[in-house]
């Protein structure tokens, strides 16, 4: 009976919030359309637009849809603009549980009383969100730790949420103009493998060592230790990092950090994470964020990563460089030759469309360019040529917008592509120059030591293999043409029997 009480709620919400009218709009059948359009609206919200009473129902429905309403805010090739822009406000704060079952949490899932485990835990916690909240503590050894634990019984809430999330997502399907485009059940199965990521703590304890390991000694970024003995699927402990925060500018200038070497990091951090790592946080928000007194960002929450694969590094290098040179023939065959847009797409008429979107945006100083924006417009012109966009792609571009809002906040004038493209300039020549050919060679001489000694063996082999299928074709040859004769004779035989008979 829950769910049906969960229905009653939405249900509620949708009319509350005026939501009717969001969705007549692009319902196929026209007599449905009519019964949508004669539902009364609340007073309450009518007055505002509808991507702000979307945000605002979200928000009402709880932790699960608010999530759910942050990640289709990283899909402008899905939705409009505007209810991009807006779902992006969404903030995802709730109250902490009781501290009482945050103990019995921890203690279940380690094992261990939480005197055995730290010595001493602070029971009010410092932060808290609708999957986990965060405590203070500080282990036997002296080490002060973050532990982030996750709430208790919070599965089957999830997936009842889920459960309705693609009931709708079918009905959507069936019944919008565009349903088969938006891929809307797609869409909540992404969601609920990125909430189930999310659900395990050891995931993101193996996130936040890839990411140390990578940045190692590095003289930008801090990312906090882990501390595996005391995780679980349940529990994450972590090195506490103390830390200003980066939105707190007026501190920032008061412990004298250099605001624009911090703007300038935070772009040199982005792209060394995509292009030399392949390997990025993906929720670079400045509530993730904090700046150490040496002037170095210290990374926090590792629930969301993004990987990129070699062959996406090399053309999205190759998209951004002919972005900014204006290439557009370059940035359609690139989207051709990647499998981006289907291999039937005319190149010419992909460079048009391209051309169309980013010559307004090339209309501006290059200080005031923005890649995300770049990316944005490209996924809206995807639309129009049926573009699969790839996960890892959205979740790059939802990041570099982070960034950018980040660097601009902290230094107005900051020239995003001035501070690029010497970075990307430098990857594409080691990616292919000859520096990159012995690299490779370098890379794969393990594969090759196991390879040649054994080649004249796998030759003859092949060699004998394909001798041998020459026999079988042969023999197979050979009794068809017998059979043929045969069937021939036959026929002959009663031929002659025949002639015999009848004379």
Excluded at 268 to 295: C, K, S, W, Y
Excluded at 461 to 478: K, P, S, T
Aim: aromatic residues 10%; charged residues 25%.
């Amino acid at each position: 009976m829950k769910w049906l009480k969960r229905t009653k709620t939405i249900a509620q919400t949708v009319y509350r919030f005026g939501l009717a009218e969001l969705v007549s709009g692009h319902i196929r059948q026209s007599w449905l359309r009519a019964v949508f359009d004669k539902i009364p609206q609340s007073a309450e919200t009518k007055n505002e637009p509808l991507p702000v009473r979307l945000r605002l129902a979200l928000e009402n429905l709880g932790p699960i849809f608010v999530k759910f309403g942050q990640v289709l805010s990283t899909r402008p090739d899905l939705i409009p603009p505007a209810y991009a822009q807006e779902l992006a406000k969404l903030q995802d704060r709730v109250p902490p549980f009781d501290a009482e079952l945050s103990r019995r949490q921890i203690e279940a899932s380690l094992g261990h009383s939480i005197e055995t485990l730290y010595a001493e835990f602070e029971t009010r916690p410092v932060a808290s969100a609708s999957i986990a909240q965060v405590h203070k503590a500080r282990l036997h050894s002296g080490e002060q730790v973050a532990v982030k634990v996750l709430r208790p019984n919070l599965l089957p809430v999830i997936e009842q949420d889920l459960a309705l999330l693609r009931f709708g997502a079918g009905w959507v399907e069936r019944l919008f103009a565009d349903g088969k485009r938006l891929k809307p059940r797609e869409v909540v199965a992404e969601f609920d493998k990125y909430l189930h990521d999310e659900l395990d703590l050891m995931r993101e304890a193996a996130n936040a060592s890839q990411l140390g390991r990578n940045f190692q000694n590095s003289s930008m970024l801090i990312v906090p230790k882990v501390f595996y003995d005391y995780c679980s699927r349940d529990v994450l402990t972590i090195e506490w990092m103390d830390g200003t925060p980066v939105a707190d500018i007026a501190a920032l200038k008061a412990k004298g950090i250099d605001l624009k070497q911090l703007a300038r990091y935070g772009v040199e951090i982005f792209f060394t994470q995509v292009f030399r790592n392949g390997f990025f946080h993906a929720d670079m928000h400045p509530g993730n964020i904090l700046v150490a007194d040496d002037g170095r960002y210290i990374a926090l929450d590792f629930g969301i990563v993004g990987s990129l694969t070699d062959y996406d590094k090399r053309y999205l290098a190759i998209n951004f460089l002919a972005f900014f040179n204006r290439d557009y023939h370059r940035v359609a065959t690139a989207h051709i030759e990647s499998g981006w847009v289907p291999a039937d797409t005319r190149a010419e008429e992909l460079e048009s469309a391209v051309r169309a979107v980013c010559e307004p945006i090339f209309n501006k100083p290059l200080s005031q360019i923005s890649f995300g924006l770049v990316l944005m417009r490209l996924f809206e012109t995807s639309r129009r040529f049926n573009v699969e966009i790839q996960p890892q792609l959205v979740l790059l571009q939802k990041t570099l917008l982070n960034i950018e809002g980040l660097g601009r906040q902290l230094d107005p004038d900051l020239d995003l592509w001035a501070t690029a493209k010497p970075f990307l300039t430098q990857w594409m020549a080691e990616q292919v120059g000859p520096k990159a050919f012995f690299n490779n060679l370098k890379n794969e001489a393990p594969d090759w030591a196991q390879i040649l000694p054994a080649l004249p063996r796998k030759l003859n082999m092949l060699v004998d293999e394909n001798r041998q299928q020459e026999m079988r074709d042969a023999y197979i040859h050979l009794v068809k043409i017998q059979q043929q004769q045969s069937l021939w004779l036959a026929v002959i035989a009663v031929a002659l029997v025949l002639t015999l008979l009848f004379k």
